[in-house]
């Protein structure tokens, strides 16, 4: 049974940072590419990064280039979204994405920069 579990969304200034965690189980995570997609309120789901297995690349949505990077650590089962210079534009509900056959999802986590 796939699982993605998002966590370490916030309030937060803007300026400011966090760390997006998504913990999985039940696929094969160090022969996956991950994604990262964010939506806002009124707004359809858009993509936000990726990152290939093995980490070998990764992709930064044009908004988010220079601010935010992925990262996996595939001996935990775990993807990675650090945000820089966070911004009021990307406020959020943050949801990790993997395929295997269908898209699978997390429940998301809120994100909401604001001063």
């Known amino acids: 049974q796939v699982q993605l579990v998002e966590s370490g969304g916030g309030l937060v200034q803007p300026g400011g940072s966090l760390i997006l965690t998504c913990v999985t189980s039940g696929f094969p995570f160090s022969s996956s590419a991950m994604y990262w997609y964010r939506q806002a309120p009124g707004k359809e789901r858009e993509w936000v990064a990726m990152i290939l297995s093995s980490a070998t690349r990764t992709l930064l949505g044009e908004s988010v280039q220079g601010r935010f990077t992925i990262s996996r650590d595939d001996g935990k089962n775990t993807l990675y979204l650090q945000m820089n210079n966070l911004k009021p534009e990307d406020t959020a509900k943050y949801y990790c994405?993997?395929?295997?056959?269908?898209?699978?999802w997390g429940q998301g986590t809120q994100v909401t920069v604001t001063s």
């Open positions: 994405n993997m395929f295997l056959g269908k898209d699978y």
